[in-house]
T-cell receptor, first 109, second 115 residues
């Protein structure tokens, strides 16, 4: 079993839709959690860190459930520009980061 | 302010050849990382460094060596390239923003093909 797993996707949604991605992790010693966005053939860029109490940034909401060991990302009112691959990342001890394989989102006009 | 830069952008190697990938950051970050990204596998950590003169193994270190002689540079070496090392290599740097927030800044990547 992979340490960090994500919904396999791809997700194809119409503009304006709400879409949610899930990510599960297997190591209970995980310390910090992140969502990254990666455009095709580009480098990943941090979308948001995920805090225990949940956090929101505009149309994006991230949740963490330590008991069930998963994090989620909700995108409301999807835009064409949201089309990308979304990677979740988990930090363990030291500077050990483990990324999930990514979920591809296509927002259709 | 260039952020994180990587050289070269593309490279084709024959099996058994060696090469060094260079990563440079101008943000005075303490931490630097090398990842490889393969289809369906996501990013996998090869080696990382928590400061000048230090290095540590990540998830997939075999076949690679690294050095961090200067704070701003992190070098990744392949001593004897193998086709299994065909991948996109990303360098990243970060610093601690809060106790649980580390934003990693990634370079544009190096596409390496080993034939």
């Amino acid at each position: 079993r992979k340490e960090v797993e994500q919904d396999p996707g791809p997700f194809n949604v119409p503009e304006g839709a709400t879409v949610a991605f899930n990510c599960t992790y297997s190591n209970s010693a995980s310390q910090s959690f992140f969502w990254y966005r990666q455009d095709c053939r580009k480098e990943p860029k941090l979308l948001m860190s995920v805090y225990s109490s949940g956090n929101e940034d505009g149309r994006f909401t991230a949740q963490l459930n330590r008991a069930s060991q998963y994090i989620s990302l909700l995108i409301r009112d999807s835009k064409l520009s949201d089309s990308a691959t979304y990677l979740c990342a988990v930090k363990y001890y030291g500077q050990n980061f483990v990324f999930g394989p990514g979920t591809r989102l296509s927002v259709l006009p | 302010n260039a952020g994180v830069t990587q050289t070269p952008k593309f490279r084709v190697l024959k099996t058994g050849q060696s090469m060094t990938l260079l990563c440079a950051q101008d943000m005075n970050h303490e931490y630097m990382y090398w990842y490889r990204q393969d289809p369906g596998m996501g990013l996998r950590l090869i080696h990382y460094s928590v400061g000048e003169g230090t290095t540590a193994k990540g998830e997939v270190p075999d076949g690679y060596n690294v050095s961090r002689l200067k704070k701003q540079n992190f070098l990744l070496g392949l001593e004897s390239a193998a086709p299994s090392q065909t991948s996109v290599y990303f360098c990243a740097s970060s610093d601690q923003r809060t106790s649980d927030s580390y934003e990693q800044y990634f370079g544009p990547g190096t596409r390496l093909t080993v034939t």
